[in-house]
């Protein structure tokens, strides 16, 4: 089963032990293909480790949209020999392997980084084929299903190089291979060199030592390899097309983060955790923030002890009037839920960002899951409202991050926005983002008239009974406008009570927020409907990074005949019963997919919707779902496969 | 503006602390110092965090936020950098700081925020009954408890000092005057001010009561021996006016920490100005924080549109031929 199509669809996969340059490496690939017209789908895969174990990055080139990965491999680019014995296997019919041609003996249980169980896999593997257990021997197994292996002698390589820039030092520079490596299969699939010059320049633009060693390098491997070998009968090939106008190439960490400024944050916090970091270290990293009106304002981003200094300081943030967010991972999110109930009791606006990874516990801390939506939903003890939003790729990431910060301050309530690692650290290439949505920040005041504050007792009534769940919003520090709050039940000022009227006015008020969140929140922001001219019989119901997966699977089925839908859950909490039962209603097949082992959207739907569920797709093995996975798994449901529950395992 | 009266910072809500509790001198003293500061009411901002001590900003005519169980300092703090205009001050109790809070009491010091935290001190969790609290000392075995407390006490001055605090006092909740002075030290302090107030549980210790800390029942000599002394009346100053000083002030504060029983020091251990706020840290890397700290920020024009220019982030990522 393969999504490529050889000829300018293409997934590519570079490896190496972690901290070697494997990401900025795969960033020049990426950079290059997108410099000639394509489209880009990145995917990150590593250790929690520091330097050393196994890291490898996916590509995929496409001259349509890609929004997913795939199974296959079409070119494996490696210069250790841990990648070869980890990915060869993978490498399609024709598909092309580049490796160090020094390591050809090196034996597999030479590899420390090998863990045991992968190491035994790869041995019966070559075992079972007769193969001898070394590099060479997974090289033969790899030619065997009509790959085609480059050998490149990467360090007489580079001593040719250093001797051409007369600067005997570069020899020893390892991390210029990966730029040699990278250069080569740039070279075998035909892509022009200019544009990988010019990708080198972007990356290493503000080290020229670097930038030059690099380009000297790159061009040389770049030639080596088409003399060396005969690349004609090559079957994948890039042919260049025009470059894509207004496309932005980035991370959906990136995109949240650049939705956090354009939706006015400007007060983050975070504890450093995988995979969320990154969105707070871009925030710092541009906190200094360009206006429309040539002023300039700012984020102030604050690192904080704990996860529960980060969502209590950045309530306290918000009660000055500021837009405000955290963001976090499962253990954090974890620390987090009593806060958050404090601020769902005083109607406290705050974004969680919450970019989930493999639990429970501290799981597989750098790798995939969609595991914690009910938790999300029910985190906090007590009941109070709060909204639950999930993204479906990073161009989504962006603009539902403004729409969290809308929501939050319309109903005044925490919103937690629900990313995971499949979208925080892959990249992809998107239409530049715009400026089309609005800040709404519903009844909130910065000034209060004197007459306003007369309440019962002469005070401002911050959490006033009317008709409207949602009151009047000021600062602290407002004139006329003193209020209190406090985590237990309180009157309209913020005193506590314990009355039972009170009490009963009070959680009607707050939990009504939830009906009118339903109201007012956009169809499309509650759940999309992507319809493949089906009749709506057989309907795939997801949530979250899986989208990009199953719509290329959609689109391949439907192809061949088999018209699907999908219904991706975009408001998650509240749930849009009507809207979800709306798009079910013909549904005589409905797959539920994500990646967690309880079908935990599968749950909400039943229960909301009341509608069961046919079939179950799901994993947990901590590697995102590809689209080839999803697409096996429909097509056997479709075929009439009786099992209800298929749970997927692909991925390295 | 009309002067602010000690009336004006009083609230008509019922307050349900025993009767004779400590707390209530605390409270008047804080009414006090924002009286003689004349600080304007809505600029005021109490945070508490919960239990007994956690109701005084109920009590304040100010601006009152009454959090969560030891996460005083941390909303406390996020305010205040998003708003540093604010007055704001942080009261919590013992069990609250330096129990369940402790962790964020050090991250506080590390900081350097600039706000005022009372511990209100009495060695016991009132509000549950009377169970230990972090500076119960080994072996003392107050009214509720079944046998004598089992864990050691923490220390709150060293903790603070050794955290970072950069004003460190103590007081106790019935010399309303020195209390109120204290406190206003603390406000007027740039930086991070711990006050640690002794504070006696009528209902649940015992041991430090109001006539313990008189010295009623010490009377060697025939007439009660008062175990609080004043440190600035043995001519200590606290005041740190040069960074030399920093390493013999803080020995003699050590000492002074570890003094209990028949002496026990109240007043200003350590103040020091020399140590930047987080604030001014902030405003090292961003020149326009105090001018337009993130509260005062304009985020969109008037018709709604983000004021937010991020052109030349996207520039940067975008894909270049």
Same mark, same amino acid.
């Given at each position: ?171 020893? =520079? ?131 002890? *704990?996860? =529960? ?84 790729d990073i161009e989504e990431s962006f603009y539902d991050t403004i729409k969290a910060f809308n929501f939050a301050e319309t109903f005044q309530l925490p919103v937690i926005h629900l990313l995971d690692k499949a979208i925080s650290s892959s990249i992809q290439t998107c239409k530049r983002f715009n400026n089309s949505l609005n800040i709404e920040r519903g009844e909130f005041k910065n000034t209060i008239d004197k007459n306003q504050s007369e309440g019962a007792a002469g005070h401002f009534q911050r959490f006033k009974l009317e008709d409207s769940p949602i009151s009047t919003r000021v600062p602290i520090g407002t004139e006329n406008a003193i209020f209190w709050n406090t985590g237990d039940e309180h009157t309209e000022e913020g005193h506590i009570s314990e009355d039972t009227e009170n009490r009963n006015k009070m959680m009607d008020k707050r939990m009504k927020k939830l009906d009118l969140a339903l109201e007012k929140i956009n169809q499309d922001d509650m759940a999309m409907c992507y319809d493949f001219d089906s009749d709506g019989n057989n309907v795939i119901i997801s949530w979250g990074s899986t989208k ?37 209603? *013909? ?66 | ?32 110092? !924002? ?39 941390? &909303? ?9 205009? !604010? ?10 700081? !330096? ?11 590390? @900081? ?54 950069? &004003? ?15 406190? @206003? ?27 313990? &800390? ?90 709604n549109k983000p004021i937010a220019n991020i052109d030349k982030i996207l520039d940067k990522l975008q894909i270049k031929d």
């Open positions: 089963m393969s999504f490529s199509t050889s000829v300018n669809s293409i997934s590519w996969l570079i490896g190496g032990p972690q901290g070697s340059g494997v990401d900025s490496s795969a960033n020049i690939f990426a950079k290059t293909c997108a410099k000639e017209g394509f489209y880009i789908f990145g995917k990150r895969e590593f250790y929690s480790n520091i330097k050393g174990e196994h890291s490898y990055f996916t590509i995929r080139i496409s001259d349509k949209p890609v929004n997913s990965h795939v199974e296959d491999i079409n070119v494996l680019v490696s210069f250790d020999a841990e990648t070869v014995f980890r990915h060869a296997d993978k490498v399609s019919t024709g598909g092309l392997i580049i490796y160090d041609s020094s390591l050809a003996e090196t034996v597999l249980e030479e590899v420390p980084t090998i863990d045991f169980e992968a190491s035994n896999r790869i041995r019966k593997l070559l075992e079972d084929s007769g193969q001898s257990i070394n590099l060479n021997g997974m090289l033969e197994f790899a030619k065997s299903r009509g790959c085609m292996v480059y050998g490149l002698p990467y360090f007489e390589m580079l001593e040719t190089v250093a001797q051409k820039m007369n600067d005997p030092k570069l020899s020893k =520079i390892s991390r210029v291979v990966n730029v040699m490596a990278i250069a080569a299969s740039i070279s075998l699939l035909g892509i022009k060199k200019d544009m990988l010059i010019s990708a080198i320049q972007e990356v290493f633009g503000s080290k020229p030592k670097l930038l030059d060693s690099n380009i000297e390098a790159a061009e040389y491997a770049y030639y080596y390899i088409g003399t060396k070998y005969n690349t004609k009968n090559i079957k994948y090939k890039i042919t260049p097309k025009d470059a894509l106008k207004d496309h932005l190439l980035l991370s959906g960490s990136q995109a949240a983060a650049i939705g956090k400024i354009l939706a006015g944050c400007r007060f983050q916090t975070y504890y450093p955790i995988t995979p969320a970091s990154d969105e707070s270290e871009f925030l710092e990293s541009n906190h200094i923030i360009d206006q429309v009106d040539g002023k300039s304002g700012s984020i102030v981003v604050v690192q904080t002890e *704990d996860e =529960i200094a980060a969502i209590t300081m950045a309530i306290g943030a918000s009660l000055t009037g500021v837009r405000t967010a955290t963001a976090t991972s499962g253990p954090g999110f974890s620390l987090m839920a009593e806060a958050l109930g404090w601020a769902g009791m005083n109607e406290v606006p705050l974004v969680v960002t919450m970019y989930q990874r493999a639990g429970p516990s501290t799981g597989l801390p750098t790798r995939h899951e969609q595991s914690d939506l009910l938790f999300a939903i029910n985190a906090g003890h007590g009941e109070f409202p709060k909204i639950v939003l999930a993204s479906g990009g997966g199953i719509l290329e699977a959609l689109e391949k089925l439907s192809q061949e005949g088999n018209k699907m839908k999908l219904i991706q859950v975009r408001l998650l909490h509240p749930f849009p019963t009507e809207t979800v039962k709306k798009f079910l209603k *013909d549904a005589k097949l409905v797959i539920d997919v994500e990646m967690n082992y309880t079908s935990q959207l599968g749950s909400l739907v039943q229960q909301n919707t009341g509608r069961e569920i046919d079939y179950k797709i799901v994993k947990y093995n901590g590697r995102p779902m590809s689209t080839t996975e999803i697409y096996i798994a429909l097509k056997a449901i479709l075929s009439g496969n009786n099992e209800r529950r298929i749970v997927l395992d692909g991925g390295t | 503006m009309a002067e602010l009266k000690l009336a004006d910072y009083k609230t008509t809500v019922h307050n349900d602390w025993c009767p004779g509790c400590g707390d209530f001198g605390i409270l008047n003293a804080i009414q006090m110092a !924002l009286t003689e500061m004349q600080v304007p009411r809505h600029k005021a901002i109490i945070f508490s965090g919960i239990g007994c001590s956690g109701k005084t900003p109920h009590f304040i005519n100010v601006y009152g936020i009454h959090t969560l169980h030891g996460r005083v300092l941390p &909303f406390a703090q996020g305010a205040k950098i998003a708003n540093p205009d !604010l007055q704001i001050i942080a009261v919590g109790g013992d069990g609250d700081g !330096l129990g369940i809070g402790a962790g964020h009491f050090v991250g506080a010091g590390r @900081k350097n925020v600039d706000i005022p935290y009372l511990i209100f001190n009495n060695a016991v969790y009132g509000l549950t009954k009377g169970q230990a609290s972090p500076t119960l000392r080994l072996g003392e075995k107050t009214k509720s408890l079944v046998t004598p407390n089992t864990s050691n006490s923490v220390n709150p001055i060293a903790l603070a000092l050794v955290s970072g605090f950069t &004003f460190i006092a103590r007081s106790y909740s019935y010399d309303v005057k020195h209390l109120k002075d204290t406190i @206003k030290r603390a406000i007027t302090h740039k930086g991070l001010a711990f006050v640690d107030v002794l504070q006696p549980c009528p209902t649940y210790d015992d041991i430090h009561t109001r006539e313990w &800390f008189q010295g009623i029942n010490k009377q060697e000599t025939g007439k009660a021996m008062p175990r609080i002394y004043k440190i600035e009346e043995t001519g200590y100053d606290g005041t740190i006016k040069d960074e030399s000083e920093i390493n013999d002030k803080m020995t003699r504060i050590l000492q002074f920490s570890s003094e209990w029983g028949d002496k026990i020091p109240i007043g200003i251990f350590y103040q020091n100005e020399l140590i930047p706020s987080y604030h001014e840290r902030i405003a090292e890397n961003n020149k326009e924080y105090f001018a337009k700290p993130p509260s005062h920020q304009e985020i969109s024009d008037r018709e």
